[in-house]
């Protein structure tokens, strides 16, 4: 088998044959496929992974030109064959598994088979594993739309990484980066066709919550090397746009909630307005790119976004609040737009790093119900977003924001808080307070996540009224509870927001 599949088709490294010759493929293939184990083929092992068939997986070894002792970062795809080809080979082996099921199966046997040295962590492979960077090389089985960032950024000087790369789910280049001086050199090695990388920096579409939130760091300057691609590279040049526009921005608050119809979009809006009104630069991102209800809430009407110089010039609303959002782009405001994951996460990071939001002092992200792409895509690019969590007093919206909290902590996002909208009223013939919710839902649910409580927001119909007209509650004329609590919470927001630039939680 090693003659035939690996010697005739020019593998020469005598490391890499030694160690394809002594461990045994089938040990590491599902039982029921175990008599295909030394076919020259990739098999699937469950999960949407694949076992690599022979030959790429000693290609693949052999383009790391990896010495003994070397430390080497492998982002798997369950079997643990790699690791263990690796491992043979004398390098000292860390390997990251994103499907629980199979970095369960793979620990075991790796352990049973006695390659228990070798270091395993359950986790986003996209985002490597940084507590033990930098590695001297580092092999990606699973083929990405781009050449990760957080990855690049975990190579030591003049160490390499080897890695399918190609926006073409189906086809792609085999790519060997290298890294010297703080310079990135790509060469192509032909094309390859593997399964699709997934997770923060890998196939949008398909993406799983990440371990890590992604870096808004600026990309290394890149060389082109021979047959190299320009597809990193523009990557890596819009990253550096994305990375100083965020430093111009000096909070971002993510407004989500995992559930439709609490309000999220009003409480950006009267917040985004409150803070405008007490004199800080604030702006209003609206990633609902399906339904994008923020620019009528502002009453911003027929006014588009413009650009200028190459970039996006966001919605006026006033002297210090800026919008931008799918509905000051459209021509049409009833165009239902019809995007799946890859075209929606482009667009968030266009709407970043393409825009000229200037220096703000808030950024408002309002997102859509759920835990999705965009959402995905907006913890991926700020790594620095504190997330608002908006809620209703009941039991069914409780129940999908603890899944959001449980999502956000998946990904290791900052949680700033906690808001409770639609709280009691009162009423406005005596004056008496009505709550239509079990009382203290968002209260409690905060206690429980060891959470900030920011404030409960009143049920007011007024607030509704003025939101239909495009008047924010916030700028209404008379006073009202509602109005009054809104200016409280955007006075938290703030105190929260400070608190956590000055490393310490908000109580």
Same mark, same amino acid.
């Given at each position: 088998?090693?003659?035939?599949?690996?010697?005739?088709?020019?593998?020469?490294?005598?490391?890499?044959?030694?160690?394809?010759?002594?461990?045994?493929?089938?040990?590491?293939?599902?039982?029921?496929?175990?008599?295909?184990?030394?076919?020259?083929?990739?098999?699937?092992?469950?999960?949407?992974?694949?076992?690599?068939?022979?030959?790429?997986?000693?290609?693949?070894?052999?383009?790391?030109?990896?010495?003994?002792?070397?430390?080497?970062?492998?982002?798997?795809?369950?079997?643990?064959?790699?690791?263990?080809?690796?491992?043979?080979?004398?390098?000292?082996?860390?390997?990251?598994?994103?499907?629980?099921?199979?970095?369960?199966?793979?620990?075991?046997?790796?352990?049973?088979?006695?390659?228990?040295?070798?270091?395993?962590?359950?986790?986003?492979?996209?985002?490597?594993?940084?507590?033990?960077?930098?590695?001297?090389?580092?092999?990606?089985?699973?083929?990405?739309?781009?050449?990760?960032?957080?990855?690049?950024?975990?190579?030591?000087?003049?160490?390499?990484?080897?890695?399918?790369?190609?926006?073409?789910?189906?086809?792609?280049?085999?790519?060997?980066?290298?890294?010297?001086?703080?310079?990135?050199?790509?060469?192509?090695?032909?094309?390859?066709?593997?399964?699709?990388?997934?997770?923060?920096?890998?196939?949008?579409?398909?993406?799983?919550?990440?371990?890590?939130?992604?870096?808004?760091?600026?990309?290394?300057?890149?060389?082109?090397?021979?047959?190299?691609?320009?597809?990193?590279?523009?990557?890596?040049?819009?990253?550096?746009?994305?990375?100083?526009?965020?430093?111009?921005?000096?909070?971002?608050?993510?407004?989500?909630?995992?559930?439709?119809?609490?309000?999220?979009?009003?409480?950006?809006?009267?917040?985004?307005?409150?803070?405008?009104?007490?004199?800080?630069?604030?702006?209003?991102?609206?990633?609902?790119?399906?339904?994008?209800?923020?620019?009528?809430?502002?009453?911003?009407?027929?006014?588009?976004?413009?650009?200028?110089?190459?970039?996006?010039?966001?919605?006026?609303?006033?002297?210090?609040?800026?919008?931008?959002?799918?509905?000051?782009?459209?021509?049409?405001?009833?165009?239902?737009?019809?995007?799946?994951?890859?075209?929606?996460?482009?667009?968030?990071?266009?709407?970043?790093?393409?825009?000229?939001?200037?220096?703000?002092?808030?950024?408002?992200?309002?997102?859509?119900?759920?835990?999705?792409?965009?959402?995905?895509?907006?913890?991926?690019?700020?790594?620095?977003?504190?997330?608002?969590?908006?809620?209703?007093?009941?039991? $069914? %919206? #409780?129940?999908?924001?603890?899944? +959001?909290?449980?999502?956000? &902590?998946?990904? =290791?996002?900052?949680? /700033? *808080?906690?808001?409770?909208?639609?709280?009691?009223?009162?009423?406005?013939?005596?004056?008496?307070? $009505? %709550? #239509?919710?079990?009382?203290?839902? +968002?209260?409690?649910?905060? &206690?429980?996540? =060891?959470?900030?409580? /920011? *404030?409960?927001?009143?049920?007011?119909?007024?607030?509704?009224?003025?939101?239909?007209?495009?008047?924010? %509650?916030?700028?209404?004329?008379?006073?009202?509870?509602?109005?009054?609590?809104?200016?409280?919470?955007?006075?938290?927001?703030?105190?929260?927001?400070?608190?956590?630039?000055?490393?310490?939680?908000?109580?």
């Amino acid at each position: 088998m090693v003659k035939l599949q690996l010697v005739d088709r020019g593998i020469a490294s005598a490391a890499v044959l030694a160690a394809m010759n002594k461990v045994q493929r089938h040990l590491f293939v599902e039982e029921t496929m175990r008599f295909r184990s030394y076919e020259d083929t990739p098999l699937f092992i469950g999960y949407g992974q694949t076992i690599s068939q022979p030959y790429i997986v000693a290609r693949m070894s052999e383009l790391l030109e990896a010495s003994p002792g070397m430390r080497v970062l492998e982002i798997g795809t369950g079997s643990g064959y790699q690791a263990a080809i690796l491992r043979e080979m004398g390098l000292k082996v860390y390997s990251v598994e994103r499907v629980p099921e199979l970095y369960r199966i793979s620990g075991k046997l790796l352990h049973d088979l006695g390659y228990s040295d070798i270091r395993l962590k359950l986790d986003d492979g996209t985002m490597g594993w940084p507590e033990h960077a930098p590695f001297d090389r580092i092999i990606v089985t699973a083929a990405s739309p781009v050449l990760p960032e957080p990855l690049m950024r975990q190579l030591a000087d003049r160490g390499s990484m080897v890695i399918p790369v190609g926006g073409d789910e189906r086809r792609q280049r085999m790519m060997v980066v290298r890294k010297e001086k703080n310079r990135i050199i790509q060469m192509d090695k032909g094309e390859v066709a593997f399964v699709k990388l997934v997770g923060a920096y890998g196939y949008s579409d398909a993406a799983v919550p990440a371990a890590g939130s992604g870096s808004s760091g600026a990309a290394l300057p890149a060389e082109r090397g021979a047959g190299s691609v320009q597809l990193p590279l523009a990557v890596h040049a819009r990253n550096a746009k994305l990375a100083a526009a965020l430093k111009r921005i000096r909070h971002k608050i993510f407004v989500l909630s995992g559930k439709g119809g609490v309000g999220k979009s009003s409480i950006t809006v009267n917040l985004a307005v409150a803070l405008a009104e007490l004199g800080f630069k604030t702006g209003i991102l609206d990633v609902d790119l399906h339904g994008p209800s923020v620019p009528r809430m502002l009453g911003l009407g027929a006014q588009k976004a413009a650009v200028r110089d190459g970039l996006l010039l966001p919605a006026v609303f006033s002297e210090n609040l800026k919008v931008l959002s799918m509905d000051v782009l459209l021509d049409d405001h009833n165009k239902a737009v019809i995007w799946r994951g890859p075209k929606k996460a482009d667009a968030v990071q266009r709407f970043l790093a393409e825009a000229d939001w200037g220096d703000l002092d808030f950024l408002f992200i309002d997102s859509p119900p759920g835990t999705g792409d965009e959402h995905l895509t907006v913890l991926r690019l700020i790594q620095d977003a504190l997330c608002l969590l908006v809620t209703t007093p009941q039991e $069914i %919206a #409780l129940a999908d924001v603890r899944k +959001a909290i449980n999502f956000l &902590r998946l990904t =290791k996002a900052e949680i /700033l *808080g906690v808001v409770e909208n639609m709280g009691a009223f009162s009423c406005p013939h005596c004056g008496g307070k $009505i %709550a #239509l919710f079990p009382p203290d839902g +968002a209260f409690k649910l905060a &206690r429980e996540y =060891k959470l900030a409580f /920011l *404030g409960t927001i009143p049920l007011d119909p007024e607030v509704t009224a003025c939101a239909d007209k495009g008047i924010p %509650a916030v700028l209404m004329p008379e006073a009202s509870q509602a109005k009054t609590a809104l200016f409280a919470l955007a006075e938290s927001v703030k105190n929260a927001g400070s608190a956590f630039s000055a490393g310490r939680r908000f109580e």
